[in-house]
T-cell receptor
Framework: AQSVTQLGSHVSVSEGALVLLRCNYS??????LFWYVQYPNQGLQLLLK??????LVKGINGFEAEFKKSETSFHLTKPSAHMSDAAEYFC????????????FGAGTRLFVKA | SAVISQKPSRDICQRGTSLTIQCQVD?????MFWYRQQPGQSLTLIAT?????????ESGFVIDKFPISRPNLTFSTLTVSNMSPEDSSIYLC????????????FGEGSRLTVL
């Protein structure tokens, strides 16, 4: 079985500060890992994904994440937060060949202070 | 990529009634999913909508409560039957990337409030 744990339901940073959103996964097979973002009253959109290629993955809007197998982690970072980054962020895992069934973490709401 | 349109975007419903949500995709896709997002919570997979056959439901979800149709590769409906206030949620239609990257594309969701 696969699962995802996001540490911290709320994270608050100042504009220009580092963003770090934590995600740990559990999977019996090498997983596909994703970060999605959800802006208010919208569906989810993909920020970035890891699918067994480079362990450091760059996504949209300056976000990146590093797959660390030894730590079973896939933390999301951005060097400098912008007000427009305020949103809900979901870490997700799926199993290659598993019919694309995707399991989502509980989500982390990012607040950006001026 | 895929563009997904859902209708209605929001609705207020009375207890005991049923509501059907429509999901239209701008291209043919194999894998289509329905998720529920309860207030302030994450996404929970309800079922995989299979074209031409019965949907595959996840644990805790049953066909009588959430009947799903998938008549072709671009369209699906989810019905929420005999609604109660506990069914107040956002219901999201999602499709897997036809390029098999594992990425999911989402509609903007249907926000249901049951009184």
């Amino acid at each position: 079985a696969q699962s995802v744990t996001q540490l911290g339901s709320h994270v608050s940073v100042s504009e220009g500060a580092l963003v770090l959103l934590r995600c740990n996964y559990s999977s019996s097979v090498p997983p596909y890992l994703f970060w999605y973002v959800q802006y208010p009253n919208q569906g989810l959109q993909l920020l970035l994904k890891y699918t067994s290629a480079a362990t450091l993955v760059k996504g949209i809007n300056g976000f990146e994440a590093e797959f660390k197998k030894s730590e079973t982690s896939f933390h999301l970072t951005k060097p400098s937060a912008h007000m427009s980054d305020a949103a809900e962020y979901f870490c997700a895992v799926s199993r290659p060949g598993g019919g694309f069934k995707t399991i989502f973490g509980a989500g982390t709401r990012l607040f950006v202070k001026a | 990529s895929a563009v997904i349109s859902q209708k209605p975007s929001r609705d207020i419903c009375q207890r005991g009634t049923s509501l059907t949500i429509q999901c239209q995709v701008d291209s043919q896709v194999t894998m289509m999913f329905w998720y529920r997002q309860q207030p302030g919570q994450s996404l929970t997979l309800i079922a995989t909508a299979n074209q031409g056959s019965e949907a595959t439901y996840e644990s805790g979800f049953v066909i009588d409560k959430f009947p799903i149709s998938r008549p072709n590769l671009t369209f699906s409906t989810l019905t929420v039957s005999n609604m109660s206030p506990e069914d107040s949620s956002i219901y999201l239609c999602s499709v897997a990337d036809p390029a098999n990257t594992g990425e999911l594309f989402f509609g903007e969701g249907s926000r249901l409030t049951v009184l």
